[in-house]
C-alpha cells in the first residue's frame, strides 16, 4: 500500500468510526456524551484517549520519534493508558484525539509516496493496519454496549 492509499484508508476508518458514533446519537461535541459509559466500563471520553494512545504509538513507529512511555506489552499498556487517563475531562479527550490523528497523519504523509524504503511493508504491516482497524473494535465495543450487533467488515470506501 503506498502513503496516499493508507492515509485514504485511515480517514475511511475514523469516518466509519464517527458513523457508528452518530448512529449511537453520541457528539465529541457535547461534553454529557463524553462522560457517559460506553462500553467496556469506560467513558467516551477514555475510549477516545484510548485510541490516541495508539495512533501515537504507532505514529512513532512511522516517525521514529521515541516510544511512549508506557509498556511495550499491549495489555500493559492499555492499562497503563487507562491508569492515566482515567475520568479524563472531555476538552482534553477531545484535544488528546484530534492531536493524536494529526501526528498520526503527519507520520505517515512525511513518508516518500511508495513508503519508506527503507521499511518495505510498513503500510501494509500489522501496526498501521491495526492502527485503521483499532477504529472498528471500538465501534463495535460501543454497538454491543448498546445491545446492536457488531458491524460487517469495513469493506470499499465511505470517503472519498
Known amino acids: 500500500m503506498d502513503r496516499d492509499r493508507y492515509l485514504h484508508y485511515l480517514r475511511d ?12 446519537g453520541l457528539s465529541l461535541a ?6 457517559r459509559e460506553v462500553g467496556g466500563g469506560w467513558t467516551l471520553g477514555e ?16 516517525s521514529g520519534a521515541p516510544k511512549l512511555p508506557y509498556p511495550s506489552n ?5 492499562d497503563a493508558v487507562y491508569a492515566e487517563w482515567r475520568g479524563v475531562s472531555p ?7 484530534e492531536d493524536a490523528n494529526r501526528e498520526a497523519v503527519e507520520a505517515v504523509a ?40 457488531k458491524p460487517p467488515p469495513w469493506r470499499g470506501r465511505v470517503v472519498d
Open 74 to 78: 499491549w495489555q500493559k499498556f492499555n
Open 13 to 24: 476508518r475514523r469516518a466509519r468510526f464517527h458513523a457508528v458514533l452518530d448512529e449511537l
Open 47 to 62: 475510549h477516545l484517549v484510548h485510541l490516541a494512545a495508539w495512533q501515537r504509538r504507532y505514529a512513532r513507529v512511522v
Open 30 to 35: 457535547r461534553d454529557a456524551d463524553l462522560r
Open 110 to 149: 512525511a513518508l516518500p509516496p511508495a513508503g519508506d524504503p527503507d521499511r518495505p511493508g510498513l503500510l501494509d504491516g500489522w501496526d498501521l493496519s491495526a492502527l485503521a482497524s483499532h477504529y472498528r473494535e471500538h465501534a463495535a465495543i460501543l454497538l454491543e454496549y448498546a445491545g446492536k450487533p
Open 91 to 97: 476538552s482534553a479527550a477531545r484535544a488528546e484525539y
